[in-house]
């Protein structure tokens, strides 16, 4: 299918979405949205894609949303349709429902709705050419994908406030010394890393995977005590599974596990 503002690409059993309107810093769109929240349920429904990758073409990951196509959505007469707002939040909940393990490669400039799509993602890795902030306030817009909810989580309540009161973006490398990025890579290296990674990921169980990434969102919002509980159940019932006995197989023959997700 040929879309107007993302590419898909697949490698080995790896989704690669780029966000492709390198003219407008990859701002999100309406198009932009209804695109990317296809491809990423697609991927979803797909056995053969154990990871997906977001990235951005150009000079930015993606600047937050397009300010001039936002004023023309809020000054239309209703027409029943979804507007940018909330077709935004669409996305949001698609991202963070994702089942998946989800990596942001952050290229460029990561900013307001950017960095608000970055932090749904699992492990971030970053250019060293990437700045990343939130930005809303520079423009008088609130958050409403999860800056100011989020971004205190990811680097702490001092840290995220700075950055939303001041609206500045730093370095990519400072952002990894916050915390919110794992790594940062050469430009020219983000790409090959990036697949190195997903590779890694993907030789693991699909089922694990998904269990694993479940309980640590779940346990965040959980006490501790309950969120043990969850996870010991989780590890009684994954024994009856087929990757469970593979891996235990596979491990005794001194074999490589042929892992199913199930």
Not at 4 to 20: D, F, G, S
Not at 48 to 62: D, H, P, Q, T, W
Not at 234 to 242: I, P
Request: glycine share 8%; proline share 4%.
């Amino acid at each position: 299918m040929a879309y107007q503002t993302i590419i898909y690409e697949k490698r080995n059993q790896t989704a690669w979405i780029y966000l492709n309107r390198p003219e407008d810093m990859n701002s999100i769109s309406i198009t932009l949205l209804k695109e990317l929240s296809a491809v990423v349920q697609e991927v979803e429904q797909d056995e053969s894609v154990r990871v997906l990758v977001l990235s951005g073409k150009g000079k930015a990951f993606c600047a937050g949303a397009d300010l001039k196509e936002l004023l023309a959505d809020l000054e239309k007469k209703p027409d029943g349709q979804k507007g940018l707002l909330d077709l935004a939040g669409g996305i949001f909940e698609v991202l963070n429902d994702l089942s998946k393990p989800l990596i942001a490669a952050l290229n460029g400039i990561t900013l307001a709705g950017g960095l608000e799509i970055a932090m749904t993602a699992d492990i971030i890795i970053a250019s060293e050419k990437a700045k990343i902030g939130d930005a809303h306030a520079n423009f008088g817009v609130l958050p409403g994908g999860g800056g100011a909810v989020r971004l205190p989580r990811k680097i702490g309540m001092n840290r995220a406030k700075y950055l939303l009161f001041t609206g500045d973006f730093i370095p990519a490398q400072q952002m990894k010394e916050y915390g919110l990025v794992n790594e940062v890579v050469p430009a020219e290296d983000l790409e090959r890393v990036v697949q190195e990674i997903a590779d890694k990921i993907s030789a693991k169980s699909p089922l694990v995977l998904r269990e694993m990434k479940r309980l640590a969102n779940d346990g965040q919002e959980q006490p501790l005590d309950i969120a043990l509980r969850q996870e010991l159940l989780a590890l009684k019932n994954h024994t009856r599974s087929h990757d469970f006995q593979e891996g235990l197989a596979a491990f005794a023959e001194k074999r490589t596990p042929n892992f199913k997700g199930f």
